[in-house]
């Protein structure tokens, strides 16, 4: 249970309501001839390329370029896309029907490191789930980073989200699955949880 004093909850969307699979997307690369991908991201690290797509600095189709110049293998924006998009798995609906329970109990947020390429392939995913529903609608705000400008684990984004909010950092807690992301948040003051393999969100109790 968590402390009484919490009355906002923001939430990571991969790993903790849309299945990923990092490995997948790594094999994926691998098999297109980028053999150093894990160099380039991993669920913990990113380098610059991909942190400036996360942050919106970059459009996709600049990545797809800067990808193909700094790797020297010509690959198609949708073989990139394609990879790129394997580690996105479900978003199995029963932790949308525990998110409208929650909802009921306290502020809820979104705060997602993403980008365009993902974004649109994960709205893909939900429709096929919720059909024309908004994801976003389960949240009094969903932070997308590419849209925001800002990600995590940087303490400043999380300070960013609170003031656009007037949320309070002590009474507001953070759930992720990656560990930067909750020293980013400790550092600014939320309370968090960090939620660890086989454990779900939905054995959360909130």
Same mark, same amino acid.
């Given at each position: 249970?968590?402390q009484?004093?919490?009355?906002?909850?923001?939430f @990571? $969307?991969?790993?903790?309501?849309?299945?990923?699979? +990092?490995?997948?997307?790594?094999?994926?690369?691998?098999?297109?001839?980028?053999? &150093? =991908?894990?160099?380039l *991201?991993?669920?913990?690290?990113v380098?610059? %390329?991909?942190? @400036?797509?996360?942050?919106?600095?970059?459009?996709?189709?600049?990545f !797809? &370029?800067?990808l193909? #110049?700094?790797? #020297?293998i010509?690959?198609?924006?949708e073989?990139? +896309?394609?990879?790129?998009?394997?580690? %996105?798995?479900? $978003?199995?609906m029963e932790?949308l029907?525990w998110?409208?329970q929650?909802?009921?109990? +306290? &502020?809820? *947020?979104l *705060?997602?490191?993403?980008?365009?390429?993902?974004y649109?392939?994960f !709205?893909k995913?939900?429709a /096929?789930v919720? /059909?024309?529903?908004? =994801?976003n609608?389960? =949240?009094i705000?969903? *932070? +997308?980073?590419?849209i925001? /400008? %800002?990600?995590?684990p940087?303490?400043?984004?999380?300070?960013?989200?609170?003031?656009?909010?007037?949320?309070?950092a002590?009474?507001t $807690?953070?759930?992720?699955?990656?560990?930067?992301?909750?020293?980013?948040?400790?550092?600014a003051?939320?309370?968090?949880?960090?939620?660890?393999?086989?454990q779900?969100?939905? @054995?959360i109790?909130?």
């Amino acid at each position: 249970m968590i402390q009484s004093t919490i009355k906002n909850i923001i939430f @990571d $969307l991969g790993g903790i309501f849309l299945n990923i699979d +990092y490995a997948l997307t790594e094999k994926a690369f691998i098999q297109l001839g980028v053999t &150093n =991908f894990a160099d380039l *991201y991993t669920q913990h690290t990113v380098s610059t %390329l991909f942190e @400036d797509l996360e942050v919106g600095k970059i459009s996709p189709e600049s990545f !797809c &370029n800067t990808l193909r #110049n700094s790797t #020297n293998i010509q690959l198609t924006n949708e073989q990139i +896309y394609t990879a790129w998009n394997a580690m %996105l798995l479900d $978003l199995p609906m029963e932790r949308l029907m525990w998110l409208e329970q929650i909802k009921n109990k +306290y &502020n809820i *947020y979104l *705060y997602s490191n993403t980008n365009a390429i993902h974004y649109e392939a994960f !709205c893909k995913i939900v429709a /096929g789930v919720i /059909g024309k529903k908004s =994801f976003n609608d389960y =949240f009094i705000k969903a *932070y +997308y980073s590419h849209i925001f /400008g %800002l990600r995590k684990p940087y303490a400043a984004s999380y300070t960013a989200v609170l003031k656009e909010q007037n949320l309070i950092a002590s009474e507001t $807690l953070f759930i992720d699955d990656t560990i930067k992301n909750i020293e980013g948040a400790i550092e600014a003051g939320l309370q968090t949880i960090h939620l660890i393999a086989p454990q779900q969100i939905t @054995d959360i109790d909130l």
